[in-house]
């Protein structure tokens, strides 16, 4: 009887609860089940590359927001766990994680979305961020907040009773759909606060951080939208279509669409551009302000401009002209005439060698110096002449 029972896909030995795991009469669970497996093994991959990537990170304030996207990758891994509950079908165990789990999951990844919203504000206004712990801190007190109101509702429907009533042991799954909604308001206010913190980063005078606002924006816009339609089907659309029973499948599908959003429009992206990226402070600024060059440029900049002749006024000394003509000059002139107060290294004075030099220059163009010649061949000179010699020897 069993093995007559059971849908095609699934074995004889195959708990009931567990049909829509392989029924290939009814796909939707074969299909949710194998995309929640293709996210887990995503999440996981992702986590590894982010963790590795670290090192190689060279912007300080980039590297501060690993701690909220590892953060997102852990959460968006449980919510791909999760969809399995929503797969099987409904006892005590799972309706209990369904009710549990489904808002702490969620609350995880949209409160680490608005701690980095948050601090993108914070850094387009002050130019500055909190520290990374200080977010990651920030994050884990709104996920606490809806730890503690999950935990709270959670004993007091399933776990808590009144003294004298009968307990009824299924009651974690006979809980009306709008009270499970009305159970995720903080998660909606989370998705709310995500869209309206991720608005002002859009106006950021660097594009970077501009694109990671449009990022979580992206998300959050996204998630609203699909919360919108879940709530829409889960409340009332399953009810006019005369299909209750749609209502596992509805939640099914938006755990599993909700998680692929998280990676495809954030963790990707932010994955992408950790180690591509360079600093924004770096980036020339749109804003009209006046930058000046760096020190290595201005110094090319110079040393390539050609640099006009040097107008040397004194690079020809005539005191040590040896082509011209030697003619007296009509009036001298001081060497310290044209003396204009400049430096000694940029003026040029005449030392004590140029100074007689120019002197016997002078001298010579006055006068000539008279020149040995040659004795005469004639008697009477040659005879003076040895006298003059005899003489001379004498003397001395």
Known sequence: MASTSAPRGC??????????????????????????????MTSFILFVILMASLPFVTDKKRKGMVALQASILVFTLGLFG??????????????????FLFGVLFSGCLACLVMHALWLSLLRRSGQGPRSWLLWLGALSL?????IINTEWLVLTMVWSPPGEIVVPDLSCSIANKDFVLSLIYVIVLMV????????????????????????????????????????MYIYGNRAAGNPSWDDPTLAVTVALNAWVFLAFYIIPEICFLTTQEDPDLEEPHDG???????????????????????????????????????????????????????????????????????LTMMNQGGMIPRARAPSLNPGSGASSLSHSQESLASQ
Not at 25 to 31: D, K
Not at 82 to 99: E, G, K, P
Not at 198 to 219: C, N, Q, V, Y
Not at 290 to 318: C, F, G, W
Request: with cysteine; net charge negative.
């Open 11 to 40: 074995g004889s030995n195959i708990s009931s609860i567990y049909y829509n795991l392989c029924d290939l009469t009814t796909l939707w669970g074969v299909v949710v089940e194998a995309v929640s497996a293709a996210g887990v």
């Open 82 to 99: 999760l969809t399995f509950a929503f797969i099987v079908d409904r006892y005590s165990t799972s309706c209990s994680a369904r009710r």
């Open 143 to 147: 996920w606490l907040v809806e730890v």
């Open 193 to 232: 606060g995500v869209v309206l913190m991720a608005f002002p980063s859009l106006s950021h005078k660097h594009k970077e951080w501009r694109r990671d606002g449009a990022f979580i924006l992206a998300t959050g816009l996204f998630t609203v939208a699909i919360w919108v339609a879940w709530i829409a």
């Open 289 to 359: 302000e006046h930058v000046y060059p760096a020190r290595s440029l201005t110094y090319d900049t110079t040393m390539k401009k050609p640099e006009p002749a040097p107008q040397n006024l004194y690079i020809e000394n005539k005191a040590f002209s040896m082509d011209e003509t030697p003619e007296e000059p009509a009036n001298s002139v001081s060497p310290y005439g044209i003396y204009n107060g400049q430096l000694r290294s940029a003026v040029y004075q005449p030392t004590e060698l140029a100074l007689i030099t120019k002197g």
